[in-house]
């Protein structure tokens, strides 16, 4: 079965400095990774994807997340906070050949002080 | 990438009731899914909607609870049925429109059951 653990229930980093959060999985085979960002009072947004290639990806407000196959990781990292960055951010997975079945990681909650 | 349209966007109900939940998408899209936002928690699929067949429950999902329909390519809701206050959640429909990579999520129906 495939699962998604995010070990901090919360990140605290100054503005300004560089930030990450922390994600693994387990999943058969190679997997499908995604971050989203769910910000205060507004939706589930979808921040980047894994999908093939590279092992940086780089996705939307300057974020990037580093696939790390022999850790089974996937942490995503800002190399500048900013206050607005305050959120709640969910890492997923999905396999391979799974259809689009995509699982959940408990989520971070990244407070970003100024 | 797709737009959705959730309605409504709260309600608070009283237990044994049931709600209807709308999503509208400005686009055609295979499958639907619909997601369960527990208070401080992550969240958990309750089933995948394919136009013009039954809809896939998760595992812990039943359809007598949570009956889903998909008339067509851009529309779908779902019932929570005969409430108690264990189903007070946020309610989210997602798609992942064609080409894409990634889930574009409704803006959520926040419930509460008394």
């Known amino acids: 079965a495939q699962s998604v653990a995010q070990p901090e229930d919360q990140v605290n980093v100054a503005e300004g400095n560089p930030l990450t959060v922390k994600c693994t999985y387990s999943?058969?085979?190679?997997?499908?990774l995604f971050w989203y960002v769910q910000y205060p009072n507004r939706g589930l947004q979808f921040l980047l994807k894994y999908i093939t290639g590279d092992n940086l990806v780089k996705g939307s407000y300057g974020f990037e997340a580093e696939f790390n196959k022999s850790q089974t990781s996937f942490h995503l990292k800002k190399p500048s906070a900013l206050v607005s960055d305050s959120a709640l951010y969910f890492c997923?997975?999905?396999?391979?050949?799974?259809?689009?079945?995509?699982?959940f990681g408990a989520g971070t909650r990244l407070f970003v002080k100024a | 990438s797709a737009v959705i349209s959730q309605k409504p966007s709260r309600d608070i109900c009283q237990r044994g009731t049931s709600l209807t939940i709308q999503c509208q998408v400005d686009s055609q899209v295979t499958m639907m899914f619909w997601y369960r936002q527990q208070p401080g928690q992550s969240l958990t699929l309750i089933a995948t909607a394919n136009q013009g067949s039954e809809a896939t429950y998760e595992s812990g999902f039943v359809i007598d609870k949570f009956p889903i329909s998909r008339p067509n390519l851009t529309f779908s809701t779902l019932t929570v049925s005969n409430m108690s206050p264990e189903d007070s959640s946020i309610y989210l429909c997602?798609?992942?429109?064609?080409?894409?990579?990634?889930?574009?999520f409704g803006s959520g129906t926040r419930l509460t059951v008394v």
């Open positions: 997602s798609v992942e429109p064609q080409g894409a990579w990634g889930y574009t």
């Open positions: 999943v058969s085979g190679n997997p499908y």
């Open positions: 997923a997975v999905r396999a391979r050949g799974g259809g689009f079945k995509t699982i």
